[in-house]
């Protein structure tokens, strides 16, 4: 098999095995969950974006024009659904903003940006179509991986600078997991960085095996999160049970 082959077998792995995580964790116990369902919009979001990739890899859609050139920018949502997860789990949401109705809006603009471009150029024969569009999703994708590092970088700060608002969590739970999420995914970011800066030095052409390395680290670190969360929740309301019971 080659790199390629085995990349987009990883890509339909993943995904399969991401929706069959979303549905378990849907019907579990701890499913409804606020933080919970965030953490299966995190996995969901990146599943999405595998199985969606794997599709257009495939070309399954090169005879339909709109089908083949409109890609849904699923990574836009992933920051967001960390932090919305965090100010949950942290039980900090009545304290902080809830930034989905910004990031809602902007998600849906971009949509309409992208279906606009496509259908502008639909009806024309030519053979720069795919290098505009390449050209243009760059120049989305560097927006999203802007508010992507602002909505990071305000969630390290909520857990790093306002622990008065959460202590009571502290005494159940030290949140080293969560902070290596952080230094995990500040590693994503300079792959997704590198990544963006070959695609641009490449002139928008031939830079897709430059995504391979953010794209299994993101999958990978988004699962172990899901997974994390799945047993530290557990084990948070465990100690709280047990402490009532002491009590």
């Given at each position: 098999?080659?790199?390629?082959?085995?990349?987009?077998?990883f890509?339909?792995?993943?995904?399969?095995?991401?929706?069959?995580?979303?549905?378990l964790?849907l019907?579990?116990?701890n499913?409804?969950?606020?933080?919970?369902?965030?953490?299966?919009l995190?996995?969901?979001?990146i599943?999405?974006?595998n199985?969606?990739?794997?599709i257009?890899?495939?070309?399954?859609?090169?005879?339909?024009?709109?089908?083949?050139?409109?890609?849904?920018?699923?990574?836009f949502?992933?920051?967001?659904?960390?932090?919305?997860?965090l100010?949950?789990?942290?039980?900090?949401?009545?304290?902080?903003?809830?930034?989905l109705?910004?990031?809602?809006?902007i998600?849906?603009v971009?949509?309409?940006?992208?279906i606009?471009?496509?259908?502008?150029?639909?009806d024309?024969?030519?053979?720069?179509?795919?290098?505009?569009?390449?050209?243009?999703?760059?120049?989305?994708?560097?927006?999203?991986?802007?508010?992507?590092?602002?909505?990071?970088?305000?969630?390290?700060?909520?857990?790093?600078?306002?622990?008065k608002?959460?202590?009571?969590?502290?005494?159940?739970?030290?949140?080293?997991?969560?902070?290596?999420?952080f230094?995990?995914g500040?590693?994503t970011?300079?792959?997704?960085?590198?990544?963006?800066?070959?695609?641009?030095a490449?002139?928008?052409?031939?830079?897709?095996?430059s995504y391979?390395?953010?794209?299994?680290?993101?999958?990978?670190?988004i699962?172990?999160?899901?997974?994390?969360a799945?047993?530290?929740?557990?084990?948070?309301?465990?100690?709280?049970?047990?402490?009532?019971?002491l009590?």
């Amino acid at each position: 098999m080659t790199i390629q082959e085995i990349f987009n077998l990883f890509l339909l792995v993943s995904a399969l095995h991401g929706f069959l995580f979303c549905f378990l964790i849907l019907f579990s116990k701890n499913g409804r969950e606020k933080s919970m369902v965030f953490i299966n919009l995190l996995v969901l979001t990146i599943s999405l974006n595998n199985i969606q990739s794997w599709i257009l890899t495939k070309n399954f859609f090169i005879e339909y024009f709109f089908l083949d050139y409109v890609h849904i920018p699923w990574h836009f949502f992933i920051a967001p659904f960390f932090y919305m997860f965090l100010i949950h789990y942290l039980d900090i949401r009545k304290q902080s903003k809830n930034i989905l109705k910004i990031i809602i809006p902007i998600f849906i603009v971009l949509i309409t940006i992208r279906i606009s471009f496509v259908s502008f150029f639909s009806d024309k024969n030519t053979a720069d179509i795919a290098y505009l569009f390449e050209k243009y999703t760059t120049f989305e994708e560097i927006f999203s991986l802007l508010v992507s590092l602002s909505v990071f970088g305000y969630s390290f700060h909520i857990l790093s600078r306002k622990e008065k608002l959460f202590s009571k969590v502290l005494s159940f739970d030290n949140l080293k997991w969560i902070y290596t999420f952080f230094k995990l995914g500040l590693f994503t970011y300079v792959f997704w960085i590198v990544a963006l800066a070959i695609t641009v030095a490449l002139n928008f052409t031939e830079f897709i095996y430059s995504y391979y390395p953010l794209r299994i680290l993101t999958t990978v670190l988004i699962y172990w999160i899901g997974y994390q969360a799945i047993i530290q929740l557990r084990l948070l309301k465990e100690r709280k049970d047990l402490r009532k019971k002491l009590a």
